[in-house]
């Protein structure tokens, strides 16, 4: 017989799949949302800053008809209000859970791996929260089963048996590990690879990056390879672990938590939240939502995510705190 926990774990590979690619035989007609303003909900009883930091103010774009192959062709989603979020069964930081530790899984080689340093100022600024990065731990020498993958032969690890080993390791303070990788994942024998896969209920989650270098596809690096493969891997942390804090996929603007069903719609996903989403994660962390931008902003400065950068400049504009 097959447990809750099992289950859920598996409903999570599934989730997780999300820039994989899965192919059907015919798109799904996506099931009817709410409206944007109904998801975001009542700003009535909030402070004059919060209201303001949770309205459009015409900086995010609507989600377009979903593509043949795209998530929400295959994948129907009604979208997740705040008021939902708000009745749905979740964990948040609290007094003595509130940091978030990355592990990086095997080696991180500068020049062909996003920076660790970069990795955890992200996940502080994107979350509000104290992000670590602990020692490196050696797959092998922690007897992490592995397999060629048998359709281009790329070495793999066992998601499933890295929870486990995070779930050991969670730290008393931490409200979530997070692994992180260059190594390919797969979530089952016969599952061909997965780019994450995470457990809220333990509050752990495993990443790889190593699908986001062009180089994994035998494609030549550039002068902006290491670049891309920071905001890939920026996008795919934040997203996941965003699901860790009770997020689900977002149906109501262009939004970091949108589902993608392959690497292109990942891409397109920009790097910030939504105003429904923001609310969800402000709700649980309780953070300044302008100086949370505003962390952001230099982070984007510092690593060259132009796009982004302006976007964030924009924004701040709005929120009526100009950026320096």
């Given at each position: 017989m097959v447990g809750p926990r099992a289950i859920g774990r598996l409903l999570l590979a599934l989730a997780a799949l999300e820039v994989v690619g899965i192919t059907m035989s015919a798109a799904i007609p996506p099931k009817s949302a709410p409206s944007p303003a109904e998801a975001i909900g009542s700003l009535e009883a909030l402070p004059p800053g919060l209201r303001r930091a949770f309205t459009p103010l015409g900086d995010f774009a609507p989600l377009p008809e979903p593509g043949p192959g795209d998530w929400l062709a295959h994948h129907p989603e009604p979208g997740q209000t705040f008021?939902?979020?708000?009745?749905?069964?979740?964990?948040?930081?609290?007094?003595?859970?509130?940091?978030?530790?990355?592990?990086?899984l095997g080696d991180f080689v500068p020049g062909h791996s996003p920076a660790l340093a970069?990795?955890?100022?992200?996940?502080?600024?994107?979350?509000?929260?104290?992000?670590?990065?602990?020692?490196?731990?050696?797959?092998?020498?922690?007897?992490?089963?592995?397999?060629?993958?048998?359709?281009?032969?790329?070495?793999?690890?066992?998601?499933?048996?890295?929870?486990?080993?995070?779930?050991?390791?969670?730290?008393?303070?931490?409200?979530?590990?997070?692994?992180?990788?260059?190594?390919?994942?797969?979530?089952?024998?016969?599952?061909?690879?997965?780019?994450?896969?995470?457990?809220?209920a333990e509050r752990v989650g495993v990443f790889s990056f190593a699908r986001y270098d062009p180089a994994f596809y035998g494609e030549a690096r550039s002068q902006d390879t290491g670049k891309l493969l920071l905001q890939r891997s920026c996008k795919v942390l934040?997203?996941?672990?965003?699901?860790?804090?009770?997020?689900?996929?977002?149906?109501?603007?262009?939004?970091?938590?949108?589902?993608?069903?392959?690497?292109?719609?990942?891409?397109?996903?920009?790097?910030?939240?939504?105003?429904?989403?923001l609310r969800k994660l402000q709700e649980s962390v309780g953070f300044d939502p302008t100086a949370r931008e505003r962390h952001l902003l230099g982070f984007a400065r510092r690593v060259g995510v132009d796009d982004e950068a302006r976007w964030l400049e924009r924004r701040l504009e709005h929120l009526g705190s100009a950026p320096d």
């Open positions: 008021d939902a979020f708000l009745r749905s069964a979740r964990h948040r930081p609290d007094a003595r859970r509130q940091r978030l530790y990355l592990l990086p970069r990795l955890r100022e992200f996940t502080a600024a994107f979350f509000g929260l104290e992000a670590e990065v602990l020692p490196a731990l050696d797959p092998a020498a922690s007897a992490l089963p592995g397999r060629r993958n048998p359709y281009d032969g790329h070495a793999q690890l066992d998601a499933h048996a890295i929870l486990g080993l995070l779930e050991r390791r969670l730290p008393a303070d931490g409200f979530a590990l997070l692994g992180l990788t260059m190594v390919d994942l797969y979530p089952d024998p016969a599952w061909n690879f997965v780019f994450g896969l995470a457990s809220p934040a997203h996941e672990t965003g699901h860790l804090f009770g997020l689900e996929h977002c149906v109501f603007y262009r939004c970091l938590m949108n589902g993608s069903n392959h690497l292109a719609e990942s891409d397109a996903r920009p790097l910030h939240l939504c105003p429904v989403c």
